[in-house]
């Protein structure tokens, strides 16, 4: 069983950044891919970043393509999500999530553990 705890979201001016991290324990942290997802209130879930199990490979979200980026430390359990240049439309609950088979897609679905999420508000 893998648990997954987001932080460092927040509120931020459009043009500002965050960094968000998200802890994992109670597996092999280094065999998991990773992903970041968002939602919106109305909205459906957003995949917006996932890197393999090496971070061999990272891959993104058309709209956040060039200013967000996917990093993690196998000797810390913990991915990051670098957001820079933050748009109105980047306000959402974030989340990471944790992928067994090690590829880090874009569906949801693939997907086996999920943190409780951290609220990013980026205001105009």
């Known amino acids: 069983q893998v648990q997954l705890g987001e932080s460092g979201g927040g509120l931020v001016q459009a043009g500002g950044s965050l960094r968000l991290s998200c802890a994992a324990s109670g597996g092999m942290f280094s065999t998991l891919a990773m992903g970041w997802f968002r939602q919106a209130p109305g909205k459906e879930r957003e995949f917006v970043g996932g890197?393999?199990?090496?971070?061999?490979?990272?891959r993104y979200g058309d709209s956040v393509k060039g200013r967000f980026t996917i990093a993690r430390d196998n000797a810390r359990n913990t991915v990051y999500l670098q957001m820079n240049s933050l748009k109105p439309e980047d306000t959402a609950v974030y989340y990471c999530?944790?992928?067994?088979?090690?590829?880090?897609?874009?569906?949801?679905?693939?997907?086996?553990?999920w943190g409780q999420g951290t609220q990013v508000t980026v205001s105009s």
């Open positions: 999530a944790a992928d067994t088979a090690g590829y880090g897609t874009r569906l949801s679905n693939e997907y086996d553990y």
């Open positions: 890197i393999t199990r090496g971070s061999i490979n990272t």
